[in-house]
Structure formats: C-alpha cells, structure tokens
C-alpha cells in the first residue's frame, strides 16, 4: 500500500501569493481605477453636458434637475479627483458611495438585471467607494494615512 504523500509546505505557502501582500498598493490601484474610471466616464461627459442635461436629468431626491445634476457632478468630478490623489480620500469615497447608492437604489431601482439600463455598474461602484470609506487612502497619498 503506498503512502499517502504531504503536499509540500512551501509549495502551498507560494500558492497563497503571500509576497504579493501589499494593503497600500491595493487601496491606491483601487483609488485611482475607480477614481479616474468615475471622473473619466461619468463625471466630464456630465461637465461637458451640463446645459442639455440640466433641464431632464433624473432628479431622485425631489431638489430639482439641475441641483441633483450639480449634486452629481460634485461627487463624479470633485470627489473623484480628490479620491485619486487621497486628499480628504473618506469624505469622497462618502460621497461618491451616497451618489452611486442614489443611482442604484433610487435611478436604476435596484436592478442587477444585464443590459444597458441595468444598475449593476453602480452596484459595483458603491462597494469600492464603500471599501475606501474604511480602509482609507492609506500611505501613497496626499493624507498619507497609515
């Protein structure tokens, strides 16, 4: 009968990518991905747009079009430049996971169906801005928080 053989320890220990552990690489490809995702793809084109979305843009919170577009607009620009370069880095994650809550709960109606109306993007979203309103900006940044 043979014997049943031990996977080898060092073996399993280089499985687990221990030597990748790095939290503070981690928050800052997070804060920047999201940051510059959100600022790039959401919140420039709604700059740029401002004037012919101000009249028809969904207003979740009943304080008018144009304010919740203003609203938005601060938390897809300001926030996410200032999430990028982690300065005030939790009062923008803050901010920015109470925008994507809006849209999600509110805009998209809690839809994680597929297809473009789905709000599954915001969904996603709101858990990185919410990891970053707890683990911080961490030490690459202009907080440089520990």
């Known amino acids: 009968m043979l014997a049943a053989t031990q996977p080898n320890p060092s073996s399993m220990k280089f499985l687990k990518l221990g030597f990748l552990a790095n939290p503070e690489l981690g928050q800052l490809i997070l804060r920047g991905w999201l940051g510059l995702t959100m600022l790039i793809n959401h919140g420039i084109p709604k700059l740029m747009k401002f004037n012919e979305m101000a009249a028809s843009f969904p207003d979740p919170l009943g304080v008018g079009s144009k304010a919740s577009l203003c609203m938005a ?58 990891a970053l309103l707890f683990c911080g900006a961490g030490q690459y940044s202009v907080d440089g928080e520990d």
Do not use: D, N, Q, W
């Open 73 to 130: 607009i601060f938390a897809e620009v300001l926030c996410s430049a200032l999430l990028v370069v982690g300065f005030f880095a939790r009062f923008a994650a803050l901010s920015l996971a109470i925008t994507m809550g809006v849209a999600f709960i509110v805009v998209h109606k809690a839809a994680l169906a597929p297809g473009p109306a789905s709000g599954e993007l915001a969904f996603i979203y709101l858990a990185g801005f919410l």
